[in-house]
């Protein structure tokens, strides 16, 4: 093997431990992040049942308030001085 053959197939071969380690290290930055986003999935997935819980909760309380101002009308009518 010539000088220059030895020193291209070293060079070649540096080249594909470097790629195989950024593949490694790719592979696992990979990982983290879709470990990361099945998380904040989760995460939006309660937000949004609890944003459901509390609209629900408000259109109750809004029925509620609806369904008290003919009482509050004429309670404030009864009232001296009105």
């Given at each position: ?10 060079s ?47 259109t ?23």
């Amino acid at each position: 093997m010539t000088e220059l053959e030895r020193m291209l197939k070293e060079s070649l071969t540096q080249t594909e431990q470097l790629l195989r380690n950024n593949q490694i290290a790719h592979s696992q930055t990979l990982q983290h992040h879709s470990g990361e986003l099945a998380t904040l999935k989760n995460a939006v997935r309660t937000l949004q049942a609890e944003q459901a819980a509390l609209t629900a909760h408000l259109t109750r309380l809004n029925a509620v308030y609806e369904s008290l101002q003919p009482l509050l009308r004429r309670l404030n009518a009864l009232l001296p001085g009105k």
